[in-house]
């Protein structure tokens, strides 16, 4: 830090363990590329119908199949659909759906890890059976099934991946809980009759924020992954809505894979990038959480 | 050590259970009537003989009654009918597909465990020069790009531009069979599908490593004066394995998922393919039958690590 030794340290009033976080993060370089990559995308994704001519699903005749141009950035498709248009709309989709997704898993995690650590033995046990049992599936098997069972579209996606997320964030939480449960603040809460809910928002749910930050902006990028393996399968969202998934599905046909790659190669790069981007914020979060970090 | 393998098994067992009921319920609430799964599509019934049927496989009864019915069928290896192709049982249809998903996966986990066991001692004693950066990098892109994605790119510069494999099948078609010829079709998806675990491998491998390499018998043995690739090979890395062995096993179950990928890429005739197929074509019986031998193999492989492990390390009582 260069600021520090302009500053007289004896004012200095002592920093709070959230702003000591938010420092940490800041000092991140790989967090800060990640941001740096996150902020743009998400803002050309969410107001690209203000400033890009074409619409996802707009059929330009006289554009079928060609290359990047002047008019077409990133070429377009077999129909003479603008990519980079379909790449824009497919990024707000995956956004959305993984956004959604995440929400979800978070509130069922959060109040089964919760329901797992207060609820006594019985309880517990059989909760954390039930979060074996869906951790010993192989997650894409899963997911296939489910899916065939909720069909396509951004709805059952939603749910199909909501469903599949949760058991990882209610083991973290429910550990969390047990070792909080026995606290002396806790203790004291529950002595002056602290009800459930009191306990767990009041004390629960501040205690855990760490854990669900760090578990949301990972959880994300994995969801965005979901989502475009279950479309590149031919499930998850279906044509004619664009998704990074399902434009990479394209190309499982030969003609387009070996003759068109800009077709399929661009919404690849998005997702990689996105995705590695945000597993830096992640990163970069989960470290600054971290208060042995510093000691490093 | 016999009564750990025993409570292993029982509880492997359990969850083997569990997951048939976990299945059962899910396709039960699937649309559809379960009759038509139990119908030879190839033999028309009449109303009457439909109705024996029906009371013959207890679709009448209580679901509780249904799925006691149904796991006795199943133990005795009928899963019905493949909806779609018409007449084909269902567990013929799936064991023929268990080879080839694991010889791909197979041989897939076979390179990630030598290239991701080697470069993660390599870049831990050589912690942070230059290919340790490099490596570092890779790998955090390796675990990040998704099996799907790989596939395509693997497909298209090897397949396509540079034409050094075949693009996709098990074997060429019309040619009489061959070893050499699968393993040519082989080599591309299995080095594809190994990138993401040998990345995760080396991770933990120089993890592992870092930290044995600072214990007190490490420096025991260097002031014995034993050659340092000795300390390195013998001392060091067979106690930083010991964690690798459980991430090995663990990830069989994630190599699953991706073998789907590249099956279906590269048209490999396994299990994934069978179950993307069966999925886009709602064949409930097939999705069943799949997905329980999945789950059985899943579970047995972790077992077996389970096992091993303890055999491995002894400080685990498995008392």
């Given at each position: 830090m260069t600021g520090a030794a302009i500053e007289?340290?004896?004012?200095q009033r002592t920093k709070g363990p959230l702003r000591r976080a938010l420092d940490r993060f800041i000092e991140n370089r790989a967090a800060r590329a990640g941001l740096f990559i996150v902020i743009p995308v998400v803002i050309a994704v969410v107001t690209y119908h203000w400033w890009?001519?074409?619409?996802?699903?707009?059929?330009?005749?006289?554009?079928?199949?060609?290359?990047?141009?002047?008019?077409h950035w990133l070429g377009s498709d077999g129909v003479g659909r603008d990519v980079f248009a379909r790449l824009l709309q497919g990024g707000r989709i995956s956004l959305v759906v993984a956004v959604c997704s995440v929400a979800i898993s978070i509130v069922i995690g959060f109040l089964v890890g919760a329901i797992a650590s207060f609820g006594g033995r019985v309880v517990d046990a059989t909760a954390m059976r039930f979060v074996d049992l869906a951790m010993t599936l192989p997650p894409v098997i899963f997911l296939l099934v489910l899916a065939s069972i909720a069909g396509t579209g951004i709805a059952p996606t939603i749910l199909v991946i909501s469903l599949l997320s949760w058991p990882v964030l209610s083991r973290m939480v429910r550990a969390r809980l047990l070792e909080l449960r026995e606290r002396d603040f806790v203790v004291a809460a529950r002595g002056m009759g602290a009800g459930l809910p009191h306990l767990l928002f009041r004390h629960g749910l501040p205690n855990c924020i760490d854990i669900l930050v760090v578990y949301a902006t990972l959880q994300i990028a994995n969801a965005i992954l979901l989502e475009a393996g279950l479309s590149f399968l031919g499930l998850g969202i279906a044509p004619p809505e664009a998704s990074w998934g399902n434009m990479l599905n394209l190309a499982r046909s030969t003609v387009v894979l070996e003759q068109y790659p800009w077709q399929w190669m661009f919404p690849g790069a998005a997702l990689v990038l996105t995705v590695l981007a945000i597993n830096f914020i992640g990163d970069g979060l989960r470290d600054a959480f971290d208060p042995r970090s510093d000691l490093n | 050590m016999l009564s750990f393998i025993a409570r292993r098994c029982a509880t492997g067992l359990l969850m083997l259970v569990a997951l048939s009921l976990l299945i059962f319920v899910l396709l039960r609430l699937a649309p559809g009537d379960p009759i038509d799964a139990y119908i030879n599509p190839s033999m028309p019934m009449s109303a009457s003989d439909l109705e024996t049927l029906r009371d013959r496989l207890g679709l009448d009864q209580p679901l509780p009654l249904q799925y006691f019915g149904w796991l006795r069928a199943a133990l005795s290896g009928?899963?019905?009918?493949s909806i779609q192709r018409?007449?084909?049982?269902v567990l013929p249809l799936v064991m023929e597909r268990i080879g080839p998903t694991a010889l791909l996966m197979g041989m897939g986990l076979a390179i990630a465990i030598i290239i991701g066991i080697a470069a993660g001692i390599y870049s831990a004693v050589r912690r942070n020069a230059w290919p340790d950066i490099a490596m570092s990098v890779l790998s955090f892109i390796g675990i990040s790009s998704p099996a799907f994605l790989t596939a395509l790119l693997g497909l298209y510069f090897f397949s396509v531009l540079l034409h050094w494999a075949p693009s996709g099948g098990m074997q060429t078609a019309g040619a009489p069979f061959s070893i050499a010829d699968v393993l040519a079709h082989l080599i591309l998806p299995a080095c594809l599908l190994s990138i993401g675990h040998a990345a995760l491998i080396m991770r933990y491998m120089r993890a592992s490593l870092l930290e044995v390499l600072n214990q007190d018998y490490v420096r025991t043995a260097r002031a014995k004066g034993v050659r340092e690739f000795w300390v390195i090979i013998k001392h060091a890395t067979r106690n930083a394995l010991l964690p690798v062995i459980t991430l090995i096993g663990s990830t069989v179950g994630i190599a699953v998922g991706g073998a789907i990928f590249l099956e279906s890429v590269f048209n490999w005739p396994g299990m994934g393919l069978l179950l993307v197929n069966a999925v886009g074509t709602r064949d409930y019986p097939v999705i069943m039958g799949a997905t329980l031998v999945i789950g059985v193999c899943v579970i047995l492989v972790n077992i077996l690590t389970d096992v091993a492990y303890a055999f491995v390390d002894p400080r685990i009582q498995v008392a």
């Open positions: 007289p340290p004896a004012i890009w001519p074409y619409a996802p699903n707009a059929i330009d005749l006289k554009a079928m199949n060609k290359g990047p141009s002047a008019t | 009928d899963f019905g009918y018409s007449g084909v049982r």
